[in-house]
């Protein structure tokens, strides 16, 4: 199991920013797509954001398209999402996770971190 790790989560206003961050250990992220998740209290994770092991593809669920953004930096074996404009609606907890494929569908992917939380108040 490859550990990914979630940070740059908290509490924030409605219309504010965040910038989550995934990371992993070694150069483990440069081989995978890599997908940003999340999950409200009560309901099933969604898909977010994908972004292909180049970088040079991406993806956005409808509910965040020109709102967020997924990029990734092989250097620092991160990958992030920048949030903007952020809704009472954005509040879930978010997960990173690595599939072997680009793609939307959680089910594609293998590794997953443990969360971070985003707090959205109005």
């Known amino acids: 199991q490859v550990p990914l790790v979630e940070s740059g989560g908290g509490l924030v206003e409605a219309g504010g920013s965040l910038r989550l961050s995934c990371a992993a250990s070694?150069?483990?992220?440069?081989?995978?797509?890599m997908g940003w998740f999340r999950q409200a209290s009560g309901k099933e994770r969604e898909f977010v954001a994908a972004?292909?092991?180049?970088?040079?593809?991406?993806h956005y669920a409808d509910s965040v398209k020109g709102r967020f953004t997924i990029s990734r930096d092989h250097a620092k074996n991160t990958v992030y999402l920048q949030m903007n404009n952020l809704k009472a609606e954005d509040t879930a907890v978010y997960y990173c996770a690595a599939a072997p494929y680009y793609g939307y569908d959680p089910k594609t992917y293998f590794y997953w971190g443990t969360g971070t939380q985003v707090t959205v108040s109005s």
């Open positions: 972004i292909s092991w180049s970088g040079g593809d991406t």
């Open positions: 070694g150069r483990f992220l440069s081989s995978y797509a």
